[in-house]
């Protein structure tokens, strides 16, 4: 009797630990404007801190002001760049997360893009509350859509 309890249990675990497997995020490359690692149909990709621009295949997404502010002085910040096209895009189209982190700071923007539609899916905040311990806060999409960069940023609750 015991060991069929136990049997079954480790099925359990078992499955739960094959579903709750972390999806994780490829890091790109970010080498002159070129955003190395992505996979050829998502080809040529280029993003130009300089314009607010990005180019994905044949796709182009200009930033609104608001977030183009946040990476205009690329010695203030630290970047970072992931995607994910190899999920199963039922619940998020294939994307490209960008994350600024200003210097000093104990924050991160984060801008999560649609790579087929070339559309900011969300735009957040990513607080470090401790050393293990982040939380994201998404920013309310009329603080930074039709924004001219100043104005203060409303978090949605």
Known sequence: MLSR????????FLVLAVQLHAHTDTFLEFKDKNLVGLPPEYLPATLDLDKGLLRIASGELEFPPFLK?????????????????YHDPEGLPPYINIMVTP????FTYTILIDMKKMLIIEVGLELKESDSL????P???????????????EILK
Not at 5 to 12: A, E, L, Q, R
Not at 72 to 84: A, E, Q, Y
């Open 5 to 12: 309890i136990t049997i079954v249990f480790s099925c359990i």
């Open 69 to 85: 502010g946040i990476f205009n002085d690329p010695t203030r910040h630290s970047l970072k760049i992931s995607s994910s096209w």
């Open 103 to 106: 210097k000093g700071r104990d």
């Open 134 to 137: 982040t939380r994201l806060v």
């Open 139 to 153: 920013i309310d999409p009329n603080c930074w859509k039709n924004s001219e960069g100043s104005g203060t940023i």
